[in-house]
Nanobody, 121 residues
Framework: QVQLVESGGGLVQAGGSLRLSCAASGTGFSINAMGWHRQAPGKQRELVATITAGGSTNYADAAKGRFTISRDNAKNTVYLQMNSLKPEDTGVYYC???????????????WGQGTQVTVSS
């Protein structure tokens, strides 16, 4: 069973930056696609970014040009670098692990506990 632990959240002013980390325990990290989601108060959880085992990335429109997802397989860690933060980026950020059975079938198989990001105006 792979466990995911996020860190790096906090309070930052608009325009600032944060770097989130997600450390995975267990084996098999390097073969899994990983992702970040976020959930703002009163809203549904939404996808922020994904990264495949090979390093291919994909971003939600709200994250494009400001956020960068990366991974270090030697450290079993995935990162989310967030720049030019806006108040609307406020929420709980969750790391997740995917199981991919076909290119069109990505199933989330585990979640971290989340880390709070608050962006003040």
């Amino acid at each position: 069973q792979v466990q995911l632990v996020e860190s790096g959240g906090g309070l930052v002013q608009a325009g600032g930056s944060l770097r989130l980390s997600c450390a995975a325990s267990g084996t098999g990290f390097s073969i899994n696609a990983m992702g970040w989601h976020r959930q703002a108060p009163g809203k549904q959880r939404e996808l922020v970014a994904t990264i495949t085992a090979g390093g291919s990335t994909n971003y939600a429109d709200a994250a494009k040009g400001r956020f960068t997802i990366s991974r270090d397989n030697a450290k079993n860690t995935v990162y989310l670098q967030m720049n030019s933060l806006k108040p609307e980026d406020t929420g709980v950020y969750y790391c997740n692990r995917y199981s991919i059975t076909t290119p069109a079938n990505w199933a989330i198989v585990s979640w971290g506990q989340g880390t709070q990001v608050t962006v003040s105006s």
